[in-house]
Nanobody, 119 residues
Framework: QVQLVESGGGLVQAGGSLRLSCVAS????????LGWYRQAPGKQRELVAG???????NYADSVKGRFTISRDNAKNTVDLQMNSLKPEDTAIYYC?????????????WGQGTQVTVSS
């Protein structure tokens, strides 16, 4: 059974930094795109950043220049370095992975980690 487990959320003041990490475990044949999404209260879940297996990155306009996504294909991990955080970055952040197992290819989600930025 494939699982994604996130860590690294918390409370930080505006202008501060946090680093989120996510590790995929289970019987995994390959991991294609990895990404971080977020959902603030009363809003839809939105893509924050994504990275392909080959390292091509894309970011939401609201986080460009402040957030950096990275992955380690050998360790099945994806990180999100968040700098210059703003109160509007407050949300639950979810790790997402497009994973192929020996029998199935599909979308997997982590349980979410809370990020709160105080002004």
């Amino acid at each position: 059974q494939v699982q994604l487990v996130e860590s690294g959320g918390g409370l930080v003041q505006a202008g501060g930094s946090l680093r989120l990490s996510c590790v995929a475990s289970g019987i995994i044949f390959s991991i294609n795109t990895l990404g971080w999404y977020r959902q603030a209260p009363g809003k839809q879940r939105e893509l924050v950043a994504g990275i392909t297996r080959g390292g091509i990155r894309n970011y939401a306009d609201s986080v460009k220049g402040r957030f950096t996504i990275s992955r380690d294909n050998a360790k099945n991990t994806v990180d999100l370095q968040m700098n210059s955080l703003k109160p509007e970055d407050t949300a639950i952040y979810y790790c997402h992975a497009d994973i192929r197992t020996t029998e199935f290819r599909g979308d997997y989600w982590g349980q979410g980690t809370q990020v709160t930025v105080s002004s």
